[in-house]
């Protein structure tokens, strides 16, 4: 930051709303919150957990933490008690960074019960009104001189989308970040006239690193914020800021292409379209050059590593079907059976990676650790995917218990288990059933303890209340749908059947949602 406060001074960095910040206000809110997260008593290696919208501060936040060595945990908005709780926890937390409120919602409130909750939290921030809590605007100090954070230690937590039932937090450190910022500049052709749009919400590894906002201040580019992602806004603000590139997840692609045909914006500024997250079906792929007029990119990428691009000079064939290759000469990739054996050519099985900026191991997660990478250092991706003679990679499946909802990841086992903290619930299975929007919805198949005396719809709705008001869970994981059985079919070792489900979540013509 410091270095590309030199070389691009009063060019803007970024624009929020009214408020453009050039690369020297940015370089100098960094420092000078540093100053001030110090004077707080936060030192180097502490873990702060930032939970901020679409919003500036997000950055001056975000380098201030750089600079000191404190280390982000970079939550989204949409979590709540049950996930804010959990960070705090698994990260031993010493302070929480939210904004008043967003979307309605008021995040001082969430403050409030996270505080009874992490016995580690100290202080809380607030960028806004901040009522009993620290102002972000008082911490603002005169900046102190302080040492270069070394390059090989923790940058930030991203999180992972995980499959078990408590969130595993993902270790990544400053030059293996920056590594897969500097190379993704490169594949993607971001520079100094790239004006990318945060449409997906900045803290997630995408539209982070992918090469996101931070390759776009890397490239000396202008990163333009979109506060929600409404299309109508976005069409707006990519007229008005001539938005060159943008990352999104199909299910927003589809909401996108859908708002054109009805608003006839004008999009001529846009170059690129980078489309990942969750699986782009080939014949919606093929309406975005027609429907913006530029060209699309398939992102594969993992918040735990390895992220894979189709090339912009790529067949419009392999942009199409494939979801690319690795940044890096140094990515490991093996496709194997379920005894690791690896497979033939262009046969379909377990992706497993190895590689330069892909992590070695989850934060404070020794046990996990062992299911989760090979002996000799291979991250277990969950996916299932098979690579043509061309070196393209493309995702076949999953076989991880996860359900990906519109690009936002649901481990099937955490949501199981606060189902089952209901006193009426016996046994309980999520599962993920097609969606033309969404891409995946989730349906929770509950086996009843004793006999139901309410309605189903009356059942589910008080489930719904349960997950959200008792246990505090992100309302994305909140089942879409809810199937009342007498018995979950189990396979042979006793584990529930998920994929019987699915067949009869498909099946089912009575659904309560
Ligand atoms: C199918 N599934 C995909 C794709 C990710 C860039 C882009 C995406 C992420 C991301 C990211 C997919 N087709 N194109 O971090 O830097 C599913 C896979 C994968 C999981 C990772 C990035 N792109 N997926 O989505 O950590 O199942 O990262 O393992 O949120 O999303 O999810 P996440």
Redesign the pocket.
């Known amino acids: 930051m410091r270095e590309l406060a030199e070389r691009h001074g009063e060019r803007t960095a970024l624009v929020c709303g009214e408020r453009r910040w050039s690369y020297r206000e940015l370089d100098r809110r960094a420092d000078r919150l540093a100053a001030g997260l110090l004077a707080l008593g936060l030192v180097p290696g502490e873990r702060v957990v930032v939970q901020l919208p679409n919003i500036a501060e997000f950055f001056a936040v975000c380098f201030a933490c750089f600079r000191l060595g404190l280390i982000p945990v970079l939550a989204l908005p949409g979590h709540r008690r049950a996930e804010i709780g959990a960070f705090c926890e698994v990260a031993e937390a010493s302070a929480y960074v939210i904004a008043d409120r967003h979307e309605g919602y008021d995040y001082r409130n969430l403050a409030r019960e996270v505080l009874a909750l992490a016995p580690s939290l100290r202080h809380v921030i607030v960028a806004g009104e901040a009522a009993e809590f620290t102002s972000l605007d008082s911490l603002y100090a005169e900046p102190r001189a302080l040492p270069d954070p070394d390059a090989g230690v923790i940058a930030l937590l ?4 995980g499959s078990t039932g408590t969130p595993k937090l993902i270790p990544r450190t400053h030059d293996d970040y920056l590594y897969s910022v500097r190379a993704s500049v490169d594949i993607c052709r971001f520079d100094a006239d790239t004006a990318f749009l945060a449409a997906l919400p900045v803290a ?3 539209p ?3 090469p ?1 906002t931070l390759g776009t201040l890397h490239a000396g580019g202008r990163i333009v914020l979109l506060p929600r992602p409404d299309p109508a806004a976005a069409f707006a603000l990519i007229a008005a800021e001539s938005v060159t590139h943008v ?1 999104l ?1 199909p299910a927003l692609l589809l909401v996108w292409l859908e708002a054109v045909r009805g608003q006839r914006p004008t999009l001529d500024s846009l170059r690129l379209v980078q ?6 079906a080939p014949e919606v792929a093929r309406r975005v050059r027609p429907t913006f007029g530029c060209t699309l990119q ?7 590593g390895l ?2 691009y189709t090339r912009l000079d790529d067949d419009e064939a392999v942009v199409m079907e494939t ?1 690319g290759r690795p940044i890096s000469p140094g990515d490991e990739i093996r496709i194997v059976d379920d005894e690791d054996l690896d497979l033939p050519e262009c046969e379909t099985g377990h992706l497993l990676t190895r590689g330069p900026y892909t992590i070695r191991g989850y934060w404070r997660a020794d046990e996990y650790n062992r299911l989760a990478f090979t002996g000799d250092g291979f991250y277990r ?3 299932l995917v098979r690579r043509r003679p061309d070196g393209n990679l493309q ?1 076949m499946g ?1 076989a ?1 218990d ?1 359900i ?1 909802r519109a ?3 649901i481990a099937a086992e955490e949501v199981e288990r606060y189902l089952l903290s209901h006193p009426q619930v016996r046994n309980a299975a999520l599962v993920s059933i097609p969606d033309a929007w969404l891409g995946e919805r989730s349906c929770a198949f509950v086996e009843l303890a004793g006999t139901a005396t309410e309605p189903p719809a009356r059942l589910a709705l008080d489930l719904k209340l349960h997950l959200r008001d008792r246990c505090g869970l992100a309302i994305h994981k909140i089942p879409d749908r809810f199937e009342f059985v007498d018995h979950l079919p189990l396979t042979a070792p006793g584990k529930v059947a998920k994929q019987q489900l699915r067949l009869m979540a498909g099946a089912t013509k009575r659904s309560t949602s």
Do not use: I, P, W, Y
């Open positions: 991203q999180l992972s989308g997630h590894n995408f982070l690193s992918s996101g990352a997840v489309v990942g997250g969750a699986s782009l398939q992102v594969f990428g993992m918040a735990e992220v894979n979801q991706t969950g996916d995702v999953r991880k996860q990906n690009g936002e990841k």
